[in-house]
């Protein structure tokens, strides 16, 4: 057995480790895949959203008709008169719009952009919305791809889709890990921008617009509601107050949405989701998908018709409020409008080409600002732990499988010749074969699974636990990184592998696992070993491992990113959100 002095073992398979790009090559990545229209499913049948547009037309002008006859009857015009869309007992506001809010108007704009076309990127990686927690075949109610097919293995990379670069960020199919940088990174800024809303709000007397102090409000919003819809608009006094329709929709966007999307984006997070216990459990990751995208079509909702109004009710009005922090007659707040328009459009067209461009950069930009956010997640107990009755009925495949003579012979023997290699920074360098980890002490857990494409599922899993991995072969003072080797390669060349700090091993529901709802692992699954990290999304937890080194950097591993899909799809290599 070697002593400390002893110079590491290093691992073959390093040599099998691919360098990577650090933009994207539009004819190495995945082959583009188009989706279909938008489909909701209303009981058994699924209902084409395109419909909506010729009905949401027509009920528009039913909606006019009905609300000039409405205006015709004595009782309708005695309702206005009492009602006429502001309520009265509501405090008027003394600064009109100032500077500040001008500029985090400007500013929310700018990151919603972001933070929209990047979502809609995350869920064309897994295209389909659920209300329960597994994500069976069939049981979704929102998607915009065909039926998963029953004739063929359909992996959970084979159902993500094509997105426009006019539309997504970056458009191309499964570029979920730069989408997912955007987003997070962006949103960041948001939340930082909001907070500092909220507390000028409240410092202020601007919350005086947003929030209702009177039951007023909705005579009021009821009365605005008809004036609009009858073409015929109430007076403005916007410079002051809101209508109550406006002051409704505003909160509802400000102080409900907006927390809502946080929360939800959040409750999708293994870490997050399994250290929160029976919370966790009932408001689980789908449901909470189907919520935060319930939330996003809100915000999409409130600025078309934020927008629309804005030129209908008087842009030259709206825009010196807004962008000039004036209430005159003049079009000082027209070219300023012009001028963020500009910028929010120059900016919807190059971010796509940008991103393509410089995906490592993006990469590393995003790592940079939430990467200790990151840290800190990855930090919480995964303690949650379900029931047998919980188990998923349905558990997605994904990955690319081993397609070597070595790993065909390994299932022809049902693994008997397998063996597990154990090296690098330890004391005492082990191999194990699959009968050795099977006469360890077994750990049994059902837990769910959090894939980054965006499904979940629940499963019982059986293993060694790997801080009994660690107490055999004993990692030195100098290991802080378990890196894990694959069977099986990655889909653009070069072994699969991927990296966890030496403290994510010691959690207790951490295990190498030969066995799955009681069955050994299947070869779709992972056979005959895979890891169960649970703090983490699934790319983590690698399939088909073939050997465990210590070490005490990655930078000379691979494209030195932390794993395979860390350095060729530009994921991150702590990904506990």
């Known amino acids: 057995m070697p002593n400390s002095l002893q110079p590491p073992t290093t691992e073959p398979l390093r040599a099998s480790l691919s360098d990577a790009d650090d933009r994207i090559f539009l004819n190495r990545w995945m082959p583009p895949q188009k989706g279909i229209a938008p489909r909701i499913r209303i009981g058994r049948r699924w209902i084409n959203t395109l419909w909506s547009l010729p009905i949401a037309a027509a009920a528009l002008l039913c909606l006019i008709a009905l609300a000039q006859s409405l205006r015709e009857l004595p009782m309708v015009e005695v309702f206005i008169r009492q009602n006429p869309g502001i309520p009265q007992s509501a405090a008027a506001v003394d600064a009109g719009f100032p500077w500040w809010l001008q500029l985090q108007h400007f500013l929310n704009m700018f990151f919603m952009l972001f933070i929209m076309r990047a979502g809609l990127q995350i869920l064309a990686d897994h295209p389909r919305l659920y209300w329960g927690r597994d994500c069976t075949p069939g049981t979704d109610w929102f998607r915009f791809q065909v039926p998963v097919p029953k004739d063929r293995i359909w992996t959970a990379k084979d159902d993500s889709v094509t997105l426009p670069t006019w539309l997504g960020i970056p458009g191309l199919r499964h570029t979920l890990g730069l989408s997912r940088w955007w987003h997070f990174s962006i949103n960041l800024l948001w939340l930082i921008n909001g907070i500092a809303f909220y507390a000028l709000l409240f410092s202020t007397d601007q919350w005086r617009r947003l929030v209702p102090l009177t039951w007023e409000v909705f005579p009021a919003a009821m009365s605005t509601a008809i004036q609009y819809a ?54 689980n990751r789908q449901a909470m998908r189907s919520v935060h995208f319930i939330s996003f079509a809100w915000f999409v909702a409130f600025i078309l018709a934020h927008g629309a109004m804005v030129f209908v009710t008087g842009i030259r009005q709206n ?52 990467g200790w956010i990151m840290g800190l997640a990855e930090g919480w107990d995964p303690r949650s732990q379900l029931t047998k009755k919980d188990i998923s009925p349905y558990f997605w495949p994904n990955g690319t499988m ?51 494409q965006g499904w979940s599922g629940v499963a019982e899993w059986g293993g060694v636990p790997m801080r009994d991995i660690l107490s055999l072969v004993k990692p030195t003072p100098d290991a802080r990184y378990a890196v894990f080797y694959s069977l099986a390669d990655g889909a653009d060349g ?41 703090n983490e999304l699934g790319f983590k937890m690698v399939k088909w491992v073939a050997a465990i080194e210590f070490v005490r950097d990655f930078a000379d591993l691979g494209a030195g990113q932390g794993g395979y899909n860390e350095d060729h799809e530009f994921y991150g290599y702590r990904m506990p959100i």
């Not at 927390?259 to 929160?276: E, R």
């Not at 790993?407 to 008997?416: G, I, Y």
């Open 319 to 370: 825009t010196n409020h807004m962008f000039a922090g004036v209430d005159n007659a003049s079009w000082s707040g027209f070219p300023l409008f012009l001028l963020a328009m500009g910028i929010l459009l120059s900016t919807w067209l190059v971010v796509s080409p940008f991103t393509i461009r410089y995906a490592r950069l993006v990469q590393r930009v995003g790592a940079f600002m939430i």
């Open 230 to 283: 009858s073409l015929n608009f109430p007076v403005d006094e916007g410079w002051t107050r809101y209508n109550g329709l406006q002051q409704l929709s505003y909160f509802i966007t400000v102080f409900i949405a907006a927390p809502l999307s946080i929360a939800t984006g959040l409750m999708q997070s293994p870490a997050i989701s399994n250290a929160l216990g029976w919370f966790g459990r009932v408001f």
């Open 494 to 534: 070069g072994r699969y592998y991927d990296v966890h700090k030496i403290e994510n091993m010691c959690h207790s529901l951490t295990i190498l696992a030969y066995e799955m709802n009681g069955a050994p692992v299947s070869v779709l699954h992972g056979a005959p070993l895979r890891l169960r990290c649970e």
């Open 402 to 452: 081993p397609n070597s003579k070595e790993f065909d012979d390994l299932v022809a023997e049902n693994f008997t010749s397998y063996r597990l290699r154990v090296s690098g920074l330890v004391a005492a360098p082990r191999e194990f074969s699959l009968s050795d980890l099977k006469a360890m002490s077994k750990q049994a857990q059902i837990t769910t699974h959090f894939c980054i």
